[in-house]
């Protein structure tokens, strides 16, 4: 079986896919990865991938267009979005400059069925032009019903060109554990299994002292729409908690501007999240989808000031399942800080989730019922 796995230009909609894709391609698929800009980056998983927007910053892009429309960027990034289909116009614009060469690419490769990333439309139009079956991936709290419905909708100039209607066989991954829903999980559920990129773990990750690691960051995005408010915040707050704080904001983002550090605080470069986590007490964070995941299937309680897009969502399921606090920017202070520390509860249910994660099929198991969708 061929599958084409299409993603948005961001490692944070195509690391989550690594897991399956990896199950796909060790149960003998021939497997690809179309994606452009810092998604790129799933190439050092040993995923063969293919830049379909060659020559392309994502960053670049974003940034030009929110110079060009700062109103309506300030609205995206402040609204309380609760479903996906709120972000309205905006949603295709990640995806829809990688339609030629994902189109290209799928002539090419000619695949039994298309795995898509939720926020992506130009799968969708591909696995129509092609007759193939299509296969949405969830990656976080964020639910999928209705999602290509309304990439129909916004991308129906797109669509129209090509001829095409939505893809008649579609299925959904859904990765959310399903305590943190208020209903049912969508289509199959599968264990969230972190990634988040490799790398080699520095020699001080290992050293833990007697007192907790509280460990911080703003995913891949966030710091560069959004600044180091929170961060800031948190390193102000940091002398008056009894902990070791980690900062981890990538190789990327400019920290000249934090001056000088209190002792307790380090900034380190980029980790693999999921390696940072196993020796942290807590983590604190924008409420990304991959970076509210990586912690509950680690069983680490989260302390979320969420920052616009989806990450009210993500936010607020871990806030009322109880595996840790949802505040506003202003709000991170020592108080908080050591409440998520030093209450029981959010450690007892963070472990509750970790296990009912651990339970969910595997993509093992997620990998065989794509084989059987595709086959009929």
């Known amino acids: 079986m061929r599958v084409l796995v299409v993603s948005a230009p961001g490692v944070g909609h195509v690391f989550p896919m690594v897991p399956l894709t990896w199950a796909l391609r060790a149960s003998g ?55 996906v289909r709120e972000m309205g116009a905006f949603m295709p614009v990640l995806s829809r400059p990688l339609l030629p060469g994902v189109l290209a690419v799928a002539e ?34 964020i ?6 419905e309304a990439f129909r909708e916004h991308m129906a100039a797109e669509f129209e060109e090509h001829g095409v209607e939505l893809p008649e066989r579609r299925a959904y991954v859904d990765v959310a554990p399903p305590s943190m829903l208020a209903g049912e999980p969508e289509g ?49 707050a940091a002398p ?8 981890a904001l990538g ?21 693999p999240l999921n390696s940072l986590l196993a020796t942290s007490s807590l983590l604190i964070h924008h409420g990304g989808a991959g970076t509210a995941m990586t912690p509950l299937a680690m069983g680490v309680p989260q302390l979320v000031a969420p920052s616009g897009a989806d990450r009210y969502v993500n936010a607020g ?35 509750e989730v970790a296990a009912e994660i651990a339970a969910m099929p595997s993509p093992v198991d997620v990998a065989a019922q794509v084989e059987k969708f595709v086959r009929g």
């Open 251 to 271: 190789d990327k983002v400019d920290v000249s501007g934090l001056g000088t550090l209190p002792s307790n605080v380090h900034v380190a470069g980029w980790i």
């Open 240 to 247: 008056d908690v009894d902990a070791d704080f980690v900062v």
């Open 188 to 236: 199959w559920s599968m264990r969230y299994v972190p990634y988040n990129g490799g790398g080699v773990e520095p020699e001080w990750l290992g050293e833990v002292g007697d007192r907790p690691r509280v460990a911080v960051t703003l995913g891949t995005v966030a710091p560069q729409m959004n600044g180091l408010g929170p961060v800031e915040r948190v390193i102000e």
């Open 317 to 351: 399921a871990v806030h009322n399942r109880g595996v840790g606090l949802q505040v506003e920017e202003e709000e991170l202070d020592a108080r908080v800080i050591r409440q998520v520390l030093e209450e029981d509860k959010f450690r007892t249910n963070a472990a």
């Open 29 to 83: 698929h021939d497997v690809l990865v179309a994606t452009s800009s810092d998604a790129l980056a799933v190439a050092d998983a040993g995923l063969p991938v293919t830049d379909a927007l060659p020559g392309v910053d994502i960053r670049q892009q974003m940034m030009k267009m929110r110079e060009e429309n700062p109103a309506y960027f300030q609205e995206l990034l402040s609204r309380r979005i609760t479903d």
């Open 143 to 148: 639910r999928g019903d209705g999602v290509p």
């Open 108 to 141: 090419r490769f000619r695949p039994d069925v298309i795995v898509q990333g939720l926020l992506g439309g130009v799968g969708l139009i591909a696995a129509a032009k092609l007759g193939t079956p299509w296969v949405g991936h969830g990656f976080g709290m």
